[in-house]
């Protein structure tokens, strides 16, 4: 398995308590916990030329994890474009957190993701509301995040196929917090916990929660063109 994970690592190097929490960067603080014997991991930013997300990687990645938050549009619609043809192909994508306005989620799903939000560090409450997914797997009923930027609904995105998580916070909202898609040959997973000022990505059920997903979006069928042929009659 073959994971890349993409970070525009801004919040880390402008701001000093998220420095503290992610001193080498969050998505070094994933790759932490996602290396394994079965998994290879390999990390990419905004400062890398086409963010590191180039044909030749992207081709190379079965799992691709992204966060981003205040650098969405600095990521070249080609680059975009190129991720949304990697996941129709049979790519697997999570997108963390504050991705849900980044350029491929919103390419993907067709919506703008648009949500509502408060910063209070609020506590969440992460309800397993579908058990029976592999990306629940290992968890129980629910798993509470002492530490959380409060994401809330209305979350203008597309019905999920299946909804894995609903979040409860402490100031009375709820959000669809786990939201599984499929589009094309690729398996699409919206996580939402993972604001950058908390240290939820050291949190022991957050990391399974993400390991699951990984092995989840691995891909199942891959194609290499993305063509509709004109065919001749199989008969008659
Ligand atoms: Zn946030």
Redesign the pocket.
């Known amino acids: 398995m073959k994971v890349t994970i993409f970070n525009e690592f801004i919040h880390e190097k402008e701001r000093e308590h998220v420095r503290k929490i992610y001193p080498d960067g969050i998505h070094n603080q994933l790759k932490s916990f996602l290396e394994s014997d079965d998994v290879t991991v390999r990390t990419c930013t905004q400062d890398d030329p086409e963010c590191g997300l180039t044909e030749e990687v992207l081709n190379d990645t079965d799992v691709l994890i992204w966060w981003a938050?205040v650098g969405h549009k600095h990521v070249a619609d080609e680059v975009a474009e190129r991720v949304q043809n990697a996941v129709l192909k049979g790519m697997g994508i999570i997108f963390l957190?504050?991705a849900h306005k980044s350029k491929p989620f919103m390419r993907l799903l067709g919506s703008t993701g648009n949500l509502s939000w408060h910063?209070s560090g609020a506590k969440e409450r992460v309800w397993v509301v579908d058990p029976s997914s592999p990306i629940a797997e290992g968890l129980g009923e629910y798993f509470e995040i002492p530490c959380e930027?409060t994401y809330a609904e209305p979350f203008d995105i597309p019905q999920p196929d299946r909804l894995v998580f609903i979040g409860w916070y402490s100031t009375g909202e709820v959000f669809r917090s786990g939201c599984c898609y499929i589009r094309g040959n690729g398996r699409i997973f919206y996580f939402q916990p993972?604001?950058?000022?908390c240290p939820v990505y050291h949190q022991p059920e957050v990391q399974t929660v993400i390991r699951n997903a990984v092995k989840w979006a691995a891909p199942v069928r891959r194609v290499d063109e993305l063509d509709c042929p004109h065919t001749d009659p199989l008969e008659g």
């Not at 993972?194 to 000022?197: F, R, V």
């Open positions: 938050h957190h504050s910063e930027e993972g604001h950058e000022s």
